[in-house]
């Protein structure tokens, strides 16, 4: 029997859990989260699930010292919380959580939830464990050190991709289930997969989607429609490929009114702008480095992954120098090594597209 760790200084909430929980799992509680800590010195349950709200030491300073301890910081971690604020669950899963359950509890939920991330942790577990994982002497754990970074920390950058034509539903819920055990920052998919996705996996994990892609050239009317029915299917974050005729028609008004168009369609989600650097002259990059800042996107990237070239590191220094302060830099395209994949974090980008994370593990 798996055994469980809750802590939530709500007694009510304590009681409610164990109705649920007692007949499948083994449960300890505590009411603070120095009691929780107190516990795992002598104890290691199979998952811990972690109020937000507590008085003296909140669930983020406490997730905090269980991942900087070498004896507890694998062990999964459930949220529970009553704040539905987006940014809430984004510093929950930055920090390492796997999912977050809403109070009051759903006894399917919280059931369905617990079992999914017990599962995932026990794949991980063999996953680390089978002998292919000593075929290579390249290959690292999650956790370990290369070239001054930390390898998972530098993971949960990732944006977990797979755009192919062909991929179908069954491809896509298994990079989902990669997503979830690799805790990358999302999973990137196409517009028609984002419902499926959401209604199976929940906030589990952020889901990305891309529009106007791969050549960019649909009509900016189009782009936001297209903007609006993914975030409403579930979308958390969007990739939009610019209009490259557009820039090569030195058009720039109007791609700033498209990229304002997206942005507001994109609503509060993350918005992404794809400005497919292979294409591009320099002083072509460094204008759509200004227009995406003026349009008030969070990121500009690279590459679609379908063009001419991938990712560079020069474009990235490039957009260092342009960009606003609040714009971060994603690089996609190409990106297939751990040595490559480790030189754009180390570079100053904040995502990467990759469809072969497991390669930089």
């Given at each position: 029997?798996?055994?469980?760790?809750?802590?939530?200084?709500?007694?009510?909430?304590?009681?409610?859990?164990?109705?649920?929980?007692?007949?499948?799992?083994?449960?300890?509680?505590?009411?603070?989260?120095?009691?929780?800590?107190?516990?795992?010195?002598?104890?290691?349950?199979?998952?811990?699930l972690l109020d937000i709200?507590?008085?003296?030491?909140?669930?983020?300073?406490?997730?905090?010292?269980?991942k900087l301890n070498p004896?507890?910081?694998?062990?999964?971690?459930?949220?529970?919380?009553?704040?539905?604020?987006?940014?809430?669950?984004?510093?929950?899963?930055?920090?390492?959580?796997?999912?977050?359950?809403?109070?009051?509890?759903?006894?399917?939920?919280?059931?369905?939830?617990?079992?999914?991330?017990?599962?995932?942790?026990?794949?991980?577990?063999?996953?680390?464990?089978?002998?292919?994982?000593?075929?290579?002497?390249?290959?690292?754990?999650?956790?370990?050190?290369?070239?001054?970074?930390?390898?998972?920390?530098?993971?949960?950058?990732?944006?977990?991709?797979?755009?192919?034509?062909?991929?179908?539903?069954?491809?896509?819920?298994?990079?989902?289930?990669?997503?979830?055990?690799?805790?990358?920052?999302?999973?990137?998919?196409?517009?028609?997969?984002?419902?499926?996705?959401?209604?199976?996996?929940?906030?589990?994990?952020?889901?990305?989607?891309?529009?106007?892609?791969?050549?960019?050239?649909?009509?900016?009317?189009?782009?936001?429609?297209?903007?609006?029915?993914?975030?409403?299917?579930?979308?958390?974050?969007?990739?939009?490929?610019?209009?490259?005729?557009?820039?090569?028609?030195?058009?720039?008004?109007?791609?700033?009114?498209?990229?304002?168009?997206?942005?507001?369609?994109?609503?509060?989600?993350?918005?992404?702008?794809?400005?497919?650097?292979?294409?591009?002259?320099?002083?072509?990059?460094?204008?759509?480095?200004?227009?995406?800042?003026?349009?008030?996107?969070?990121?500009?990237?690279?590459?679609?992954?379908?063009?001419?070239?991938?990712?560079?590191?020069?474009?990235?220094?490039?957009?260092?120098?342009?960009?606003?302060?609040?714009?971060?830099?994603?690089?996609?395209?190409?990106?297939?090594?751990?040595?490559?994949?480790?030189?754009?974090?180390?570079?100053?980008?904040?995502?990467?597209?990759?469809?072969?994370?497991?390669?930089?593990?």
């Open positions: 029997m798996k055994h469980i760790l809750m802590v939530d200084d709500n007694t009510t909430n304590l009681k409610v859990a164990a109705s649920v929980l007692n007949p499948y799992y083994k449960l300890s509680m505590a009411k603070s989260g120095k009691q929780a800590l107190n516990f795992l010195k002598k104890n290691k349950p199979d998952l811990i709200k507590m008085p003296e030491m909140d669930g983020y300073q406490t997730m905090e010292e269980i004896e507890t910081c694998d062990i999964p971690v459930i949220f529970l919380t009553a704040d539905t604020e987006h940014e809430s669950e984004m510093k929950g899963i930055r920090m390492g959580a796997l999912d977050f359950i809403t109070k009051p509890f759903e006894e399917s939920v919280m059931l369905g939830r617990i079992e999914k991330v017990l599962m995932m942790e026990d794949v991980r577990k063999n996953l680390i464990d089978t002998p292919e994982s000593d075929n290579s002497s390249n290959e690292v754990s999650l956790g370990t050190i290369d070239s001054d970074l930390d390898i998972k920390a530098a993971i949960s950058k990732v944006d977990h991709t797979l755009l192919k034509a062909f991929a179908s539903l069954e491809d896509i819920y298994k990079l989902c289930d990669e997503a979830i055990l690799y805790q990358t920052a999302s999973v990137c998919i196409p517009p028609s997969y984002v419902k499926p996705v959401k209604e199976k996996y929940g906030s589990s994990l952020k889901i990305c989607t891309v529009i106007g892609f791969p050549l960019g050239y649909e009509t900016s009317q189009v782009k936001a429609f297209e903007t609006k029915d993914a975030v409403d299917n579930g979308a958390d974050e969007i990739d939009v490929v610019i209009n490259i005729g557009m820039v090569k028609n030195k058009d720039y008004d109007s791609l700033l009114n498209e990229l304002i168009m997206v942005r507001e369609a994109c609503k509060d989600k993350i918005l992404k702008v794809i400005i497919e650097t292979c294409y591009l002259e320099e002083d072509e990059k460094i204008e759509l480095c200004k227009l995406v800042t003026r349009a008030g996107a969070d990121y500009i990237k690279t590459s679609t992954g379908f063009g001419t070239a991938g990712a560079k590191l020069e474009d990235i220094e490039l957009f260092k120098k342009n960009i606003g302060p609040d714009v971060k830099i994603k690089a996609a395209g190409g990106i297939s090594t751990k040595e490559d994949f480790l030189a754009f974090i180390a570079a100053g980008c904040d995502r990467v597209g990759a469809s072969r994370t497991k390669d930089f593990l």
